[in-house]
């Protein structure tokens, strides 16, 4: 018996979603201790202490069923924004919203317009549907190529993805951008703006892509608190977007989506704002120095809102930092395979990575193996 023939084919030729490595995957195949993780763009600062302890006061609920409307979560939001609860849908992670968009509006063949390097999940998502991603690649700059992605949105798509700020470049688009992209692009493709880097923007002219749901319900706007609220690992992402096209999404979604534990630290994180502060500031200062000294070190280093960098160091350099314990995301699966993707860590982890990078170059750069 062939169970690769009872697959549907869509999801037999999928090729996994390749997290960051674990941090103790690479200590026991090294055989090393003290190594860095700067890979998957999670909080250095930790989750908020109201956050923690938050999670100590609910453990003894747990043999309850989570509120699968998070009420809670959704009033506080709603109240928070200026928007209406029934404008959200929640999911473990934005991942899950995703996921949650390709089921409700994609069926086979249809086409997803995505820009390209981006989340590695938009192709995943819309392939595992049997919908076609058509991907459009940045402009030089490492930017959404917006007249390219109009006119492929303009040839039969059922949905275009956006990422403000890009992953994995972590460059941005302002309100200018995005209004004529819209503009151009009829009212009926759903348009998925997804915004998990929010937190951190810095440019002044970001767009209120929330203000656009009004003027266009097939809009949504994905947010998370995986990033700058440190709960990466309970796995809470939302929607917000016109009423009409959350019901939707609540039909696919099953009804305990978000645990009780995970809601309860989202509520708390979200109110702690001195945690966000820090954190913001920890960024911003990480950027600096990163962008300072990997520049002195003969490196591109693409301009980021978010809480990573992009940097362009030649081949090799994603090992040669692995064999030093340092670990950063690879970016060949992309297609840049002279690039490493870069989260800001702690003032420590970031000087710890410029020390290794320093050592490579020192041994001759990552193609002579960097061995100091
Ligand atoms: C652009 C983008 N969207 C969505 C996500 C998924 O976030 P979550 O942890 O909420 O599933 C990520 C995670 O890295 C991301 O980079």
Redo the contacts with the bound molecule.
């Keep these: 018996m062939s169970i690769e023939g009872l697959v549907n084919p869509h999801i037999r030729d999928l090729t996994p979603y390749s997290p960051g490595k674990p941090i103790e995957e690479v200590e026991r195949e090294l055989g090393i201790r003290g190594s860095v993780k700067l890979a ?2 999670e909080n250095p600062l930790g989750p908020s202490p109201r956050a923690l302890e938050a999670l100590g006061n609910c453990t003894s609920e747990v043999h309850r069923y989570p509120d699968g409307s998070c009420f809670a979560l959704r009033e506080r939001l709603a109240a928070r924004m200026g928007l209406a609860p029934d404008q959200f849908v929640f999911g473990s ?4 919203v ?1 996921e949650l968009l390709a089921k409700t509006f994609l069926s086979p063949g249809d086409r997803v317009v995505m820009p390209w390097p981006s ?1 590695a ?1 938009y192709p995943l998502v819309a392939r595992g549907m049997g919908a076609e991603p058509i991907l459009v690649p940045l402009t030089d700059a490492m930017e959404h190529d917006f007249p390219a992605l109009a006119k492929a949105v303009g040839e039969g798509a059922k949905m275009v993805m956006l ?1 403000n700020p890009n ?1 994995p470049t972590g460059t941005s688009f302002g309100a200018g951008a995005l209004a004529d992209f819209v503009s151009g692009i009829p009212s009926d493709v759903v348009l998925v703006i ?1 915004e ?2 929010f937190e951190f923007v810095r440019r002044t002219d970001f767009p209120d892509s929330l203000a656009l749901i009004a003027e266009r319900p097939a809009t949504i706007v ?1 947010r ?3 990033k700058i609220y440190g709960l ?1 690992g309970l ?3 939302y929607g917000i977007s016109d009423p009409e096209l959350i019901g939707y999404l609540d039909r696919a979604r099953h009804p305990f989506n978000v645990n009780n534990l995970a809601e309860a630290a989202a509520l708390a994180a979200l109110d702690d704002d001195e945690h966000a502060r820090r954190t913001r500031e920890m960024n911003a200062s990480g950027i600096e120095y990163l962008s300072r000294e990997l520049g002195n070190l003969g490196y591109r280093v693409w301009p980021t809102d978010a809480n990573f960098v992009l940097v362009e160091t030649g081949a090799g350099y994603y090992d040669a930092l692995l064999r030093r314990g340092v670990i950063v995301r690879p970016m060949a699966g992309f297609g840049l395979s002279n690039h490493i993707r870069i989260s800001v860590g702690t003032a420590e982890e970031n000087q710890a990575l410029v020390k290794a990078l320093q050592a490579i170059e020192e041994g001759g750069g990552a193609a002579a193996g960097g061995a100091s």
């Design positions: 998957s763009n992670g934005a991942d899950e995703l989340f999940m990422c992953n997804d998990a880097y994905l998370t608190f995986s990466a796995r809470v992402g």
